[in-house]
Nanobody, 124 residues
Framework: QVQLVESGGGLVQAGGSLRLSCAAS????????MGWFRQAPGKEREFVAT????????YYGDSVKGRFTISRDNAKNTGYLQMNSLKPEDTAVYHC?????????????????WGQGTQVTVSS
């Protein structure tokens, strides 16, 4: 079992930056692929980014490519999402997730563990 807790969300102006963290506990975080997803009110869950256990397989959603960077520190059992050049349409609850596989995945139904989420609000 893996428990995930996100932090780092908040209110930021358009063009600003935030860094989200995902702290994992319970099992060895380095054995799991990790992803970030987001969900805005009235919209479906959207894939943001994913990273494999060793960091060699990284993918981004089209809407965040070039602005967001996913990373992880397995020694600290923590994953990160650096978000730059934020836009109002990035406003959502951001969830991190872990899957019982070394690989990354764009598909939310391939993840086994989820955090409660952290709110990101970008004002125009």
């Amino acid at each position: 079992q893996v428990q995930l807790v996100e932090s780092g969300g908040g209110l930021v102006q358009a063009g600003g930056s935030l860094r989200l963290s995902c702290a994992a506990s319970g099992r060895t975080f380095g054995n799991y692929g990790m992803g970030w997803f987001r969900q805005a009110p009235g919209k479906e869950r959207e894939f943001v980014a994913t990273i494999s256990w060793g960091g060699g397989m990284i993918y981004y959603g089209d809407s965040v490519k070039g602005r967001f960077t996913i990373s992880r520190d397995n020694a600290k059992n923590t994953g990160y999402l650096q978000m730059n050049s934020l836009k109002p349409e990035d406003t959502a609850v951001y969830h991190c997730a872990a899957r019982r596989s070394y690989t990354s995945s764009r598909h939310y139904n391939e993840y086994d563990y989820w955090g409660q989420g952290t709110q990101v609000t970008v004002s125009s």
